[in-house]
Nanobody, 122 residues
């Protein structure tokens, strides 16, 4: 079992930045690829970013590429998501997830955090 706890969400104005963090406990998180997903009200869960177990490879959703950066620290069992140039359409609950394969499909992730709310005002 892997337990995931997100933090860092909040309210920010358009154009601003936020840094989300995900703390993992339980089984060694370095055995898992990690991902961030988001879900806005009335919408499907959307892929944001993923990072390989070693941290050597990263992947981003199309609308996040160039604005968001995912990183991990396996010594601290944390995964961060730096979000810059935020837009109102980035408003959603952001979830951290762990899985054997770092894909863009939420079906490939076994463990999920409870989520953290990000609200971007215009």
């Amino acid at each position: 079992q892997v337990q995931l706890v997100e933090s860092g969400g909040g309210l920010v104005q358009a154009g601003g930045s936020l840094r989300l963090s995900c703390a993992a406990s339980g089984r060694t998180s370095s055995n898992y690829a990690m991902g961030w997903f988001r879900q806005a009200p009335g919408k499907e869960r959307e892929f944001v970013a993923a990072i390989s177990r070693s941290g050597d490879y990263t992947y981003y959703g199309d609308s996040m590429r160039g604005r968001f950066t995912i990183s991990r620290d396996n010594a601290k069992n944390t995964v961060d998501l730096q979000m810059n140039s935020l837009k109102p359409e980035d408003t959603a609950v952001y979830y951290c997830a762990a899985g054997r394969a770092g894909t863009s499909s939420y079906r490939h992730y076994e463990y999920w955090g409870q989520g953290t709310q990000v609200t971007v005002s215009s």
